[in-house]
Structure formats: C-alpha cells, structure tokens
T-cell receptor, first 115, second 113 residues
Framework: AAGVIQSPRHLIKEKRETATLKCYPIPRHDTVYWYQQGPGQDPQFLISFYEKMQSDKGSIPDRFSAQQFSDYHSELNMSSLELGDSALYFC??????????????FGPGTRLLVL | AQSVTQLGSHVSVSEGALVLLRCNYSSSVPPYLFWYVQYPNQGLQLLLKYTTGATLVKGINGFEAEFKKSETSFHLTKPSAHMSDAAEYFCAVYKDSSYKLIFGSGTRLLVRP
C-alpha cells in the first residue's frame, strides 16, 4: 500500500540558510500534519492542514511556514535556520478531520542537520 | 489537558520473555490512544489504537494493549519478545478536539539474546 512520502530524506544546511521539506500524503488523504523530533526527544506537533487550509498550529517558530497545495501535498519552509532546528521532521497524513478523522500515518521523516 | 506518561525510558527483556511497556494518560474527554514504534533511523509506525468499544486492542507483530479507564492506563504487551522488537515505542493521545497527537517521552526496548 502507498505510504506517506517525504523528501528529501536527509538535508544539511548552514546557519541562516533556508530549507524546504516536502510531504506527499497517502492518496485520498486530505489532512497533513508536521511534527518535529529533536535528538532523544518525543515528536512535537508543529502545524496541520485540512483541505488546504491551516487547521491547527503548535509550537512552530515564526521563521517556519507551511502550506498545503491543491494536490494535497504540503511543504514546510524554514528560514534563518538555527543550530537548534537540527531534528527529524515527520509528516503524517489522515483522511478527514475532527471527529471523523481516521488514524495518522507517518512518513519516514526528513533528517535536517544545521551546521 | 491531555497528556501521556511512559514509565521507564529503557526496558530490557530476554528473547522469549514477556514485554510490558507502561503508559498512563490524562484526559478530560474520552481519549483516543495510540502506540507507535520507531525503529532506528526510521519513521513512526502505528502498532495499535483505541478509540471506542473493546478495551483490549490487538495490533501488529503480536502486540496488544488494554484500555483501563479506572487506572487511566494503556499498557502495551507482547507475550514473547523477539530480537526484531528492539526499537523505541511511543504512547500517544489526541489533544482535546484538535486531533493532533501528544506523545509520551518514549520507551526504548532492548531484547537480550
């Protein structure tokens, strides 16, 4: 079965650079979530989109922005990168929202290293 | 507010022994509870979930968990550990009605030969 696709899988950037992470949800899934997992940490919710609209926002820095496109893929844009942004970034997708939402399925993650 | 607490950052068992990973939750509404597994350098894979109905939930790879409202627990068990079960396990709950996942701090399972 098709899974959530994330690209790139690995990314190395310098401080103050920008990065764009991409997420392609499971076909027919209309909801996308972004999570950040720091070294030795549990995943923390960043932001989510349902039907191309932002549905919820967590602990996402103002330097980060995201959007969901008409084909339901999503991009997380990160600017003025800091050393502390080094983490594993997960995308998850699900079908539906609210009480009708089904299970979130996670992609393999993008490992970002900021030097 | 919803939260989960996983007791024990590391659990070590012998191959063939019972696996018990503990998770307690706090929720002001009926919780949706999940267990995810993360193998080294990989993403999160759903093991099982509890939404409503039967309190004993069976998942993949022989794992199961029981929702106990009176104990606010959702412990993960497997009768016989296999070397391939070595991984990090996360208990999670949906936060309020926003349906974003709140994760516990994770438990690393080590399986000794």
């Amino acid at each position: 079965a098709a899974g959530v696709i994330q690209s790139p899988r690995h990314l190395i950037k310098e401080k103050r650079e920008t990065a764009t992470l991409k997420c392609y949800p499971i076909p027919r899934h209309d909801t996308v979530y972004w999570y950040q997992q720091g070294p030795g940490q549990d995943p923390q919710f960043l932001i989510s989109f349902y039907e191309k609209m932002q549905s919820d926002k967590g602990s996402i820095p103002d330097r980060f922005s995201a959007q969901q496109f008409s084909d339901y893929h999503s991009e997380l844009n990160m600017s003025s990168l800091e050393l502390g942004d080094s983490a594993l970034y997960f995308c998850a997708s699900s079908l539906g929202a609210g009480e009708n939402q089904e299970t979130q399925y996670f992609g393999p993650g993008t490992r970002l290293l900021v030097l | 507010a919803q939260s989960v607490t996983q007791l024990g950052s590391h659990v070590s068992v012998s191959e063939g022994a019972l696996v018990l990973l503990r998770c307690n939750y706090s929720s002001s509404v009926p919780p949706y509870l999940f267990w995810y597994v993360q193998y080294p350098n990989q993403g999160l894979q759903l093991l099982l979930k509890y939404t409503t109905g039967a309190t004993l939930v069976k998942g993949i790879n022989g794992f199961e968990a029981e929702f106990k409202k009176s104990e606010t627990s959702f412990h993960l068990t497997k009768p016989s550990a296999h070397m391939s079960d070595a991984a990090e396990y996360f208990c999670a709950v949906y936060k309020d009605s926003s349906y974003k996942l709140i994760f516990g701090s994770g438990t690393r399972l080590l399986v000794r030969p």
